[in-house]
């Protein structure tokens, strides 16, 4: 009964190889988003995506694709990873995508190490 | 540009003594500012929304405030398993409904 998943959790990859990183929500929610936080805590969102349309895209290297095969997935596919990209990813989601009402649902996070 | 602040950094506090957690805004319009708790190894997880200057809100041991340039987030008589990481939000009226998280505050509460 888990409401917003991912895998995998933990992703060990050498430089330059291709990932991808699933998420699914169970909650019916329209909007679902990808954040990074690094090492620091910072969290900074990515992308976001409303009834499988992207509406955000906030100044990510094009080596980083979202795919939404439906409203209830956000998959994210990294190409020719990077020592920088080494972080922990965090798929949301959120009832609409609009309004400051519209709370934020988290998932439980991928870490990604990129070696 | 959204800007937020959270101090301080890390607090650590002995089981039973009360503080309070800071986060400070600059932004254009305030639509929301949401606090979250995340654990270790998960993902941040909702606890408050404020929206207006003036606004209380309480959940527990927690009772976060609201300013028209800051909110506190303060802890009463905390547990050790109030030891969380706590994380600061605001949307502003800028156009789209991105968030902007603050650093967040490590608390450790020792018993």
């Known amino acids: 009964d888990t409401a917003v998943s991912q895998t995998p959790k933990y992703l060990v990859t050498q430089m330059g190889n291709d990932k991808s990183i699933k998420c699914e929500q169970n909650?019916?929610?329209?909007?679902m988003y990808w954040y990074k936080q690094d090492s620091k805590k910072f969290l900074k969102i990515m992308f976001s995506y409303n009834n499988k349309e992207l509406i955000i895209n906030e100044t990510v290297p094009n080596r980083f694709s979202p795919k939404s095969p439906d409203k209830a997935h956000l998959n994210l596919h990294i190409n020719s990873l990077e020592l920088g990209d080494s972080a922990v990813y965090f798929c949301?989601?959120?009832?609409?995508?609009?309004?400051?009402?519209?709370?934020?649902?988290f998932g439980p996070g991928t870490r990604l190490t990129v070696l | 540009e959204d800007q937020v602040t959270q101090s301080p950094e890390a607090l650590r506090l002995q089981e039973g003594e009360s503080s309070s957690l800071n986060c400070s805004y600059t932004v254009s319009g305030l639509r929301g500012l949401f606090w979250y708790r995340q654990d270790p190894g998960k993902g941040p997880e909702f606890l408050f929304t404020l929206y207006s200057a003036g606004e209380e809100k309480e959940k527990e041991r927690l009772k976060a405030t609201l300013t028209k340039k800051e909110s506190f987030l303060h802890i009463t008589a905390p547990k050790p398993e109030d030891s969380a990481t706590y994380l600061c939000a605001v949307h502003s009226s800028g156009g789209s409904y991105i968030p902007t998280f603050g650093r967040g505050t490590s608390l450790i509460v020792h018993p």
């Open positions: 949301a989601s959120s009832p609409t995508g609009q309004g400051a009402t519209d709370t934020q649902y």
């Open positions: 909650l019916g929610h329209d909007t």
